[in-house]
């Protein structure tokens, strides 16, 4: 069938599936390959058939026609790893048969490659060490496989963004903090077909006349495809990393982005069945903030979660998670997010949990949390919580709804009590900075009062912001009532005073 466990037929269709730069000639590359990417330089060889000694020896023996320059080294790899790897990947390209490789499934494949791989080595006598013959082996199944230069970087639970501007940018977010990697692609070429390659996975394609596209990749990271025309520095990959193991609030108060005593009357809001609005900058945490919360439903309760990728993983037994869908290649078919969350409410939920409202929904979500739905949440973009509040205010006028100014603040504080605010500080840490309830109206004023506030009291000598989560001495919060009701008042009391130093 293929390579060395096939019965020998050739085969003459095109590969369905390509290696990461297929198509491409491999005379100039753009840029100088680097890293990880360099060895793919050739893959443009034509799929032959099955491996028979006679062809391996003859791919081995055969010039390294474009083995290409050696580029910048990462993770101790040294630039004459870089030339062994792009002869042998050479060797692999001219060896097996693409199509067929196609057929076989993710672990097929990889063995499939790494028997040429390691017969490859063998025959051209390249004396590796047997971790260096490991590290090839990955290296090159990556590049066949896998996204490439990204794979590393997908390895790494550490990361939480990865962001890609062009074939020669390759940043990512560490710790909170951005800097940019060594890591290149060969060329825009090859990142383009990476970023195919992602995106079909969700049955889409890129390209210049659908040249904006997000997507999932398996293990459920968040990714969103830009290229040119409207990227004009090449392919634009943003990937917001999957995290296996969600944090949760003892993570949130390990890291200081919560004061203990915070992180209860978080937990009380959230088992209080407060409607909660999380209102924060991008990257801030709000997501992962929201599924802290969603850890203190009840188990009987019945949750439906609407996102656009779904990132949230609830521990309750009784939840339905709903994801939006963008339109097809003709425009059509797609489903919004007003869509689910009108659909939600048909579905008997005791919850409803929004991802992220950035549009008419927000009507839809305030409509919920008034009429029985207590305890729904949702995230949006703002700087303050007051922004917040107003920014759901635009978003339900934009949404063409011609409903006057007051009528729709009536409505929101007649939905939200809790509005907190996650935000991303100058030294990349992370703080819930607000914690703050909706009174009502005064006028035609909404008024709120903070609970509990992160006071920067400075920094320290290596730039890190230093301060403290201080109650602003509200002892009775308007929910009290609620927190009263589900038996949770004196654990609200005694937070609020541990809070209050
Ligand atoms: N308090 C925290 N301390 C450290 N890391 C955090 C904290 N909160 C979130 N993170 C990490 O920051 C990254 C971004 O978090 P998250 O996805 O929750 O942000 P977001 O505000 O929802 O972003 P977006 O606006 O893109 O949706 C994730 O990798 C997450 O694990
Ligand atoms: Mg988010």
Redesign the pocket.
Known sequence: MFGKRADGAAQATPPKFAPIEPAKPAAAPVAPPPAAAAPAASATAAPAGTLDPARVAKAVRAPTQSAPPPGPVNDGRTEEYYRTKASIYNALIETIDLGQLAALDQRTARDEIRDIVNEIIAIKQVIVSVAEQEQLLNDIVNDVLGYGPLEPLLARDD???IMVNGANAVFI?V??KVTKTPIRFRDNQQLMNICQRIVSQVGRRVDESSPICDARLPDGS?VNVIVPPLALDGPTLTI??F?KD??RMK??VG?G??SEPAGKVLGIIGAARCNVLIS????????????CLTGYIAPDERVITCEDAA?LQLQQPHVVRLETRPPNLEGQGAVHMRDLVKNCLRMRPERIIV??VRGPEAFDLLQAMNTGHDGSMG?L?ANSPREGLSRMESMITMGGFSLPTKTIREMIVGSIDVVIQ?A?LRDG????THITEVLGLEGDVIVTQDLIVFEMDGEDANGKIIGKHRSTGIARPKFWDRARYYGLEKELAEALDAADV
Do not use: P, Q, V, Y
Not at 280 to 291: H, M, Q, R
């Open positions: 990361i939480a963004d977010e710790g909170g968040r917001r990393k995290k969600k944090l993570d949130l890291f982005a919560i924060g900058g991008t990257g801030s945490g709000k997501t992962t903030l929201l599924n990132e991802g992220e995230t973009h996650a991303r840490s992370r703080k819930i």
